[in-house]
């Protein structure tokens, strides 16, 4: 079983819709919780994190965390053409071990 | 502050041959890191170093090697160029790995080898 499972997509959506990305995970050791976006040809970049459980917004974007089921959730409302790009979620322990990444899902938003 | 810079942005290799990724970060990082990433399987770590003259193997480590001489240079060696080492590289950094451990990303290397 892969630590982490997230579905490589692609996701086409039209312009402001919400955007729901998704990861599940095997290991409840882990407490820290990223996404990451990354553009076409570009190196990934941190989007939010969360420690634990629980939801954190940023904007337009919101980053869930269910522990209990080992989800996690980013959504996107008011999606943009400019969201289009490929959403990684990561996983820590903290302590000093190693992120693991899933696959990453490739959204495209259509103007 | 330029983050995180990677030397070249393409490569063609033929099978057999060597060549060095050069990576270098401004940020006077302590944590640095080579991953690969193939379509549909995420990113995988290489090497990692938590500082100077300090270096560790990650998940795929094998036909790599690095070193770390300074703070901010962290070079990645292919020996031996093989078909199976086509693949996007970044290096990434970051201050501390005892948290979250935020990686900062360079804008990748993209090798083929043929």
């Known amino acids: 079983q892969k630590e982490v499972e997230q579905d490589p997509g692609p996701l086409s959506v039209p312009e402001g819709a919400i955007v729901s990305l998704n990861c599940t995970y095997s290991?409840?050791?882990?407490?820290?919780f990223m996404w990451y976006r990354q553009y076409s040809r570009k190196g990934p970049e941190l989007l939010m994190y969360?420690?634990?459980?629980g939801n954190k917004e940023d904007g337009r974007f919101t980053a869930q965390v269910d522990k209990s089921s080992k989800y996690i959730s980013l959504f996107i409302r008011d999606s943009q053409p400019s969201d289009s790009a490929t959403y990684l979620c990561?996983?820590?322990?903290?302590?000093?071990?190693?992120?693991?990444f899933g696959a990453g899902t490739r959204l495209f938003v259509k103007a | 502050n330029a983050g995180v810079t990677q030397t070249p942005k393409f490569r063609i290799l033929k099978i057999g041959q060597s060549m060095t990724l050069q990576c270098t970060q401004d940020?006077?990082?302590?944590?640095m890191y080579w991953y690969r990433q193939d379509p549909g399987m995420g990113l995988k770590l290489i090497y990692y170093?938590?500082?100077?003259?300090?270096?560790d193997k990650g998940e795929v480590p094998n036909g790599y090697n690095v070193s770390r001489s300074t703070t901010e240079d962290f070079p990645l060696r292919l020996e031996l160029a093989a078909p199976s080492q086509t693949s996007v590289y970044f290096c990434?950094?970051?201050?501390?790995?005892?948290?979250?451990?935020?990686?900062?990303f360079g804008a990748g290397s993209r090798l083929t080898v043929l």
């Open positions: 170093s938590v500082g100077a003259g300090i270096t």
């Open positions: 969360t420690y634990s459980s």
């Open positions: 990561a996983l820590s322990r903290g302590g000093g071990f190693k992120t693991i």
């Open positions: 990434a950094s970051s201050t501390d790995n005892s948290g979250a451990n935020v990686l900062t």
């Open positions: 940020m006077n990082h302590n944590y």
């Open positions: 290991n409840s050791a882990f407490q820290y």
